[in-house]
C-alpha cells in the first residue's frame, strides 16, 4: 500500500529525522519498528509508519 501525504486530509503527518552513530542504525531502525509495532499502532487514528535509511546511511527518517 502506497502512503500519501495530503494536505487536505482529516490528519496529520509526523516526520522525524535522526542522525544516528553508523554502528547503531540498524538498532535504532529496530527500535522504531518496535515501537510503531508495542505503541504507536494501538493508538486511535494511526494510519501507517514508515521508515528510511538514506543512500549513504547518515541518516534514518520515519514518517507517520
Do not use: W
Amino acid at each position: 500500500m502506497a502512503v500519501t501525504i495530503d494536505p487536505d486530509a482529516d490528519a496529520f503527518t509526523v516526520i522525524v529525522t535522526f542522525t544516528p552513530d553508523p554502528s547503531r542504525r540498524d538498532e535504532l531502525v529496530k527500535a522504531i519498528g518496535t515501537f510503531v509495532e508495542t505503541v504507536v499502532r494501538r493508538q486511535t487514528g494511526f494510519v501507517s509508519s514508515t521508515v528510511h535509511v538514506s543512500v549513504d546511511g547518515t541518516r534514518v527518517v520515519n514518517y507517520a
